[in-house]
């Protein structure tokens, strides 16, 4: 394997490796999202009960919650390539062995054997790719490379379930084998990539692995920058899970559509992969702190007007709205953030801002069931947007932010 260079880097277009990483990625991201939708429909088909399609759902949450961070930990500790390669060769032949068993009397077993294979390797496999990003892109690079990372998030959110719906037509056995084909094509795509990405660790190599996630925690919070990053990411994911999920029940509440719902949320995920694909341009027109102010006002408002509104047409056009500048937001201020940690934490930096980021969104169903039950759908979306505010103004107000310069300058700082 060859040692990347900076002209090597000089622009995705350019950049092969780039190119392969981001293919395996996007493989990735879609057979995890495959099997995210239909898991739990499949077991419910096997089981015919509700409570234990809901399992699976509540199985891959919690497996990814206890996962990640020892997750970032092995990635530092390992070489990145040969995680990346090892994920996905253990997803052909665990799916590829599954789809031989889905259709036996142990086929809910069978589907929780996949579920827990599938979480385990996403742990592994999303901070490795992230550790391998921030090796083969450049510093000023690194923003363009996230947003078509969330380009890609917000297209497979918008086509696995259409597709996973289809191919569940065809029986059980055609979507797992299907996951099982998409994981060799993904390490046929990391076997192409010739940048050096199993460099030396520095600061884990030995000893036990908790020790390794508690000086990548501390290390992070010691940056205030980082700290205030993760206190963002954390809020402002919650927050904004509360807020759909409670607007999702006040408007079937108010007598709209599951339809209605269902568009809403097309609609979300469009003004995302919108959103993404402008941010490369807004990512190199302002600084991080100017587009952080800018998506902070243009959700709050959009938000607010959302929930005052009783326009269906309305709701549906400013939630769009709300989610244009915020792809840009997260690519600027995530981008310099791995600029800020060394080669041999990224794994621990990626998998603890997945941890934050997904710790609290377990909580918001039931609260937000409750609020909106108690003091209705105003105080509940309201509720939602506070909180949102609070991981915002965690970061607005921390002085380092509006030191940040353009992505030209991040490699220098």
Not at 116 to 140: G, M
Not at 262 to 283: E, K, N, P, Q
Not at 351 to 365: E, K, V
Request: aromatic letters at 10%; glycine letters at 8%.
């Amino acid at each position: 394997m060859k040692k990347i260079t900076s002209s090597d880097q000089s622009s995705l277009r350019n950049n092969r490796d780039w190119h392969w990483l981001w293919i395996s990625g996007s493989l990735s991201c879609f057979g995890s999202s495959l099997l995210g939708f239909s898991l739990p429909l499949i077991a419910y088909n096997v089981t015919n009960s509700t409570a234990r399609a809901g399992v699976i759902s509540s199985i891959i949450g919690v497996i990814v919650l206890i996962f990640s961070l020892p997750g970032g930990a092995i990635v530092d500790r390992y070489s990145t390539g040969k995680i990346l390669s090892m994920c996905s060769i253990l997803g052909a032949i665990s799916f590829g062995s599954a789809s031989i068993l889905i259709d036996s009397h142990s086929a809910f077993f069978i589907i929780v054997f996949i579920a827990v294979i599938d979480a385990v390797i996403s742990c592994l496999f999303q901070p490795a790719e992230s550790a391998a990003l921030r090796n083969i892109v450049s510093a000023t690079e690194l923003p363009k490379a996230r947003s078509i990372n969330q380009a890609r998030t917000s297209a497979v959110r918008l086509i696995a379930a259409p597709v996973g719906g289809l191919l569940l037509t065809l029986g059980p056995v055609v979507i797992i084998l299907f996951s099982a084909i998409l994981q060799l094509m993904q390490a046929a795509c990391i076997n192409q990539i010739k940048t050096k990405l199993n460099f030396t660790r520095k600061s884990c190599t030995s000893g036990p692995l908790f020790r390794d996630i508690y000086e990548g925690l501390v290390l992070i919070f010691k940056s205030p920058f980082l700290a205030g990053f993760l206190i963002f990411a954390a809020l402002s994911n919650f927050g904004s899970s509360l807020f759909l999920f409670a607007l999702n029940l006040d408007l079937l509440r108010r007598g709209f559509s599951l339809a209605d719902i269902g568009f809403l949320d097309s609609a979300v995920a469009m003004g995302s992969l919108l959103g993404a694909i402008a941010s490369s341009w807004i990512v190199d027109l302002l600084k991080p702190g100017a587009i952080l102010a800018f998506s902070s006002t243009l959700t709050v408002l959009c938000l607010t007007i959302s929930v005052i509104t009783e326009s269906y047409l309305l709701i549906l056009i400013f939630m769009t709205l709300g989610r244009l500048a915020t792809p840009a937001a997260n690519a600027s201020i995530g981008g310099f953030a791995m600029t800020l940690v060394s080669d041999d934490m990224q794994g621990r930096f990626a998998s603890s801002m997945s941890f934050f980021a997904t710790l609290l969104q377990p909580l918001s169903p039931t609260l937000g069931g409750i609020i909106l039950s108690s003091y209705g759908g105003v105080v509940a979306l309201s509720s939602a947007i506070a909180i949102m505010c609070i991981g915002i103004l965690a970061l607005l107000f921390n002085p380092q932010i509006w030191k940040v310069g353009f992505p030209n300058t991040w490699q220098e700082s």
